[in-house]
């Protein structure tokens, strides 16, 4: 690999939609969500620093959306603001280019966010996965909002452990309404006194405490790997409606939580008979799985999920994730 790109991947978390892959070079970068199509974005001088403009001394540069490539449909430019330096970013396009036509099959890239958000639960312990970085001076920075069980478009979470219950007052005609009971169940566990602490994840597993915003008890403490819930949420509750309650949204969020990196093979394995209920999704994120234990059962649901596409019309296929 040219030392001038660096191939990695971080985690899209709070609400938890998979992991996005960067192929990153000098100027420009290269992104996907699902490893077949990629945005490419340009590093250039921003319109605000070009002549004529007050703010021309300070020579900003930001990263610009500049086009779409996949293997299979070749690159689709994006119309770009004239001001820009068009010759600098062709030129970076068509090196970012050839760093995709070099790496982009060779997914899923190595997770660099070890630097973890977690929501402490009354013993101080990580309850649920707030945010991520790949730099300890972000964590600083970052103030991500409450724990979020799935965007608020999304109204596709429905938990069958919660059917026979009464819908609390104002929710019965909440199409989010489940999401919003099992945001409600996990926020309620989070600690009054100090609700979340940053972790560096270390190679075993295990984690360091940062002291950004805790007491100096827990800075520089570390737990073990076990302490850290693998699917990102705590599983382990006293009710069993609420354990039930998160296996649910477990269940439902199977196929992207396959996307993850450093599952034990048991929970993967669990993972797994839970995904293929949901065929279209496998089949859509099968790319960024780093590890298939069940081959057969995850290819069944994979030619499930195509035959269902080539029956549908067209104008009714499912967009990529």
Same mark, same amino acid.
């Given at each position: 690999?040219?030392?001038?790109?660096?191939?990695?991947?971080?985690?899209?978390?709070?609400?938890?939609?998979?992991?996005?892959?960067?192929?990153?070079?000098?100027?420009?970068?290269?992104?996907?969500?699902?490893?077949?199509?990629?945005?490419?974005?340009?590093?250039?001088?921003?319109?605000?620093?070009?002549?004529?403009?007050?703010?021309?001394?300070?020579?900003?540069?930001?990263?610009?959306?500049?086009?779409?490539?996949?293997?299979?449909?070749?690159?689709?430019?994006?119309?770009?603001?004239?001001?820009?330096?068009?010759?600098?970013?062709?030129?970076?396009?068509?090196?970012?280019?050839?760093?995709?036509?070099?790496?982009?099959?060779?997914?899923?890239?190595?997770?660099?966010?070890?630097?973890?958000?977690?929501?402490?639960?009354?013993?101080?312990?990580? !309850?649920?996965? #707030?945010?991520?970085?790949?730099? *300890?001076? %972000? @964590?600083?920075?970052? /103030?991500?909002?409450?724990? +979020? =069980? $799935?965007?608020?478009?999304?109204?596709?979470?429905?938990?069958?452990?919660?059917?026979?219950?009464?819908?609390?007052?104002?929710?019965?005609?909440?199409?989010?309404?489940?999401?919003?009971?099992?945001?409600?169940?996990?926020?309620?566990?989070?600690?009054?006194?100090?609700?979340?602490?940053?972790?560096?994840?270390?190679?075993?597993?295990?984690?360091?405490?940062?002291?950004?915003?805790?007491?100096?008890?827990?800075?520089?403490?570390?737990?073990?790997?076990?302490?850290?819930?693998?699917?990102?949420?705590?599983?382990?509750?006293?009710?069993?409606?609420?354990?039930?309650?998160?296996?649910?949204?477990?269940?439902?969020?199977?196929?992207? !939580?396959?996307? #993850?990196?450093?599952?034990?093979? *048991?929970? %993967? @394995?669990?993972?797994? /008979?839970?995904?293929?209920? +949901? =065929? $279209?999704?496998?089949?859509?994120?099968?790319?960024?799985?780093?590890?298939?234990?069940?081959?057969?059962?995850?290819?069944?649901?994979?030619?499930?999920?195509?035959?269902?596409?080539?029956?549908?019309?067209?104008?009714?296929?499912?967009?990529?994730?």
């Amino acid at each position: 690999m040219s030392p001038a790109v660096h191939c990695h991947a971080l985690r899209r978390v709070n609400p938890f939609l998979g992991v996005v892959q960067v192929i990153e070079g000098d100027g420009a970068r290269a992104i996907s969500v699902d490893g077949i199509d990629w945005e490419i974005q340009v590093e250039t001088q921003s319109p605000d620093g070009l002549w004529g403009s007050l703010n021309a001394s300070r020579a900003a540069r930001r990263y610009f959306r500049f086009g779409l490539w996949s293997r299979g449909g070749g690159l689709w430019r994006v119309p770009v603001n004239p001001m820009l330096d068009l010759d600098e970013m062709l030129a970076e396009q068509n090196a970012m280019l050839a760093a995709l036509a070099a790496h982009a099959d060779h997914l899923p890239f190595p997770l660099v966010d070890r630097f973890e958000l977690w929501a402490l639960d009354d013993a101080a312990q990580p !309850l649920a996965l #707030l945010a991520t970085t790949d730099r *300890a001076e %972000r @964590a600083a920075r970052l /103030r991500p909002p409450p724990w +979020q =069980a $799935a965007p608020l478009t999304d109204h596709g979470f429905h938990a069958p452990t919660l059917d026979g219950e009464t819908a609390r007052p104002g929710e019965a005609a909440n199409p989010r309404a489940h999401a919003a009971a099992l945001e409600t169940l996990v926020h309620g566990a989070v600690a009054d006194a100090v609700p979340e602490q940053w972790f560096e994840r270390l190679p075993d597993g295990s984690g360091r405490g940062l002291d950004h915003r805790v007491p100096a008890a827990l800075a520089g403490r570390t737990l073990d790997a076990s302490a850290f819930p693998e699917l990102l949420v705590r599983e382990a509750w006293e009710s069993p409606r609420d354990a039930a309650l998160i296996a649910d949204y477990l269940g439902w969020l199977a196929p992207r !939580l396959l996307t #993850l990196q450093g599952l034990s093979e *048991a929970t %993967r @394995a669990r993972v797994e /008979r839970r995904a293929c209920a +949901q =065929a $279209a999704a496998v089949d859509a994120f099968y790319p960024l799985y780093p590890r298939v234990l069940e081959h057969t059962l995850v290819d069944a649901a994979r030619v499930e999920a195509r035959l269902r596409r080539a029956a549908a019309p067209a104008q009714a296929q499912p967009a990529r994730p």
